[in-house]
């Protein structure tokens, strides 16, 4: 079922009887739908069924990001729920904000609202700005629905004809998809990259979100650079302005756990030890490697590859350390007879600097037995390697 007018639909479900509709398709299973469509239908115009039908997928979706709770209660368009920032992650960037003493923002690009939301959660004043009619009804009705309309202000209209003067901070989220998905480039985000560095140097403080590709190169001078990632994967790029230029930053969520850099060089080449330390990924897209290696008291197995080795056992939030049984050249025949005589069933197969595909490599090793094993298919000082082992526990 398609929505046909969004705007329309979004009208018609904060009527009373689209609310009510609303609750009562909540928790309907997707197998479900058509049989309670048509039941419905007996009883309410059809473009208000399927709207209802449509807003409960969303929300089911959005849950992930929002948690059921608030998911439940707001309004979400399907580019809306994908585009969103969860909620963890708006809710760190509020918090630092917040406790920067900024207490009104211009939310550049608001979408449904996700920033905005959380914003205002952490008591700052929002303007919330989107071009999108669709979109930003929606992110009005959320603010509604959250009991945030004191703080949000909602505008539909272009950002680059919004005045932002008089606000303590500009946040821009732009948008990264385009008509054929992701967009790399960051001159073609809506608005550009440019635009926003140009919005933010305008302010007294801001912030950016950007993709966490974005080559360092990029990163402006007078920035700041903040990698953030949410149980371990790397979520987002924040570009701060008025805060520490040129410091560069890693934080982990939950937590929230912030690794500053110190420049430290890079860390040298050394023969594997017992253990071995993945770093998370917001430390390594953050060029941050080093400063773990320097915690653990370690060096990198090859230069060009983030896995870290180490004699002694350092446990870092900034890693996961495996404790490493086998060191071998990398070879199919005696990972199978090593992972036979162990009685390996369960096989944890990770690889940086490999060609490897590790489902293939599970089907040609027939992993079987009570036992568990991860094995790292890497580089050891240039050379195809394999390291077995097992995360320490914490
Ligand atoms: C990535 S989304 C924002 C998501 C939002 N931060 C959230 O958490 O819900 C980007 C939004 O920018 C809007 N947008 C893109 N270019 C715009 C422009 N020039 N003026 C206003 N809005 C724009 C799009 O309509 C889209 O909703």
Redo the contacts with the bound molecule.
């Keep these: 079922m398609a929505d046909n007018d969004p705007v329309n639909d979004l009208a018609l479900l904060l009527t009373p009887e689209g609310r009510a509709l609303l609750d009562e398709v909540r928790d309907t299973d997707p197998a479900q739908e058509l049989a309670v469509a048509t039941r419905l239908r007996r009883e309410h115009p059809a473009e208000l069924v399927s709207a209802a039908l449509g807003q409960a997928r969303l929300r089911q979706r959005a849950a992930v990001k929002f948690g059921a709770e608030d998911a439940g209660r707001m309004f979400f368009t399907p580019?809306?729920v994908e585009?969103?920032?969860r909620a963890s992650v708006?809710a760190y960037r509020a918090r630092r904000m917040a406790d920067l003493g900024i207490t009104s923002v211009a939310?550049?690009?608001?979408?449904?609202?996700?920033?905005a939301i959380a914003l205002a959660r952490a008591g700052i004043r929002v303007l919330a700005?989107?071009?999108?009619p669709q979109?930003a009804a929606a992110a009005r009705a959320n603010a509604d629905a959250l009991g945030l309309t004191g703080l949000v202000e909602v505008r539909e209209?272009?950002?680059?004809d919004v005045d932002t003067a008089g606000f303590d901070a500009v946040f821009v989220?732009?948008?990264?998809r385009g008509g054929r998905g992701r967009i790399f480039d960051p001159e073609a985000y809506?608005?550009p990259l440019s635009w926003a560095v140009s919005a933010a140097r305008r302010a007294p403080r801001a912030a950016l979100?950007i993709a966490p590709g974005i080559p360092h190169e990029a990163v402006p001078e007078d920035a700041e650079a903040e990698w953030i990632s949410d149980g371990g994967d790397v979520k987002e790029a924040v570009l701060w302005f008025g805060t520490e230029p040129g410091a560069v930053r890693a934080t982990l969520l939950p937590g929230p756990r912030t690794l500053l850099s110190r420049g430290l060089p890079d860390p040298g080449v050394r023969p594997p030890g017992r253990y071995l330390y993945e770093p998370d990924g917001a430390v390594i897209r953050a060029h941050l490697v080093a400063e773990v290696a320097d915690r653990v008291g370690g060096g990198l197995l090859d230069a060009t590859i983030a896995y870290v080795t180490a004699d002694a056992l350092h446990p870092t939030p900034y890693a996961t350390a495996y404790e490493i049984t086998d060191h071998l050249p990398f070879n199919v025949k005696k990972l199978k007879a090593l992972l036979r005589e162990r009685r390996v069933g369960t096989l944890t197969v990770k690889k940086r600097g490999s060609a490897v595909e590790p489902e293939e490599l599970r089907r040609k090793v027939k992993p079987q037995g009570p036992h568990a094993a991860t094995v790292f298919l890497t580089r050891v000082a240039g050379a195809p390697a394999m390291l077995i082992g097992h995360p320490v526990r914490a």
Aim: with cysteine; glycine share 12%.
């Design positions: 580019n809306g585009q969103s920032t708006a939310d550049l690009c608001c979408g449904i609202g996700g920033d700005v989107d071009r999108d979109t209209a272009d950002v680059t989220d732009p948008a990264r809506s608005p979100k």
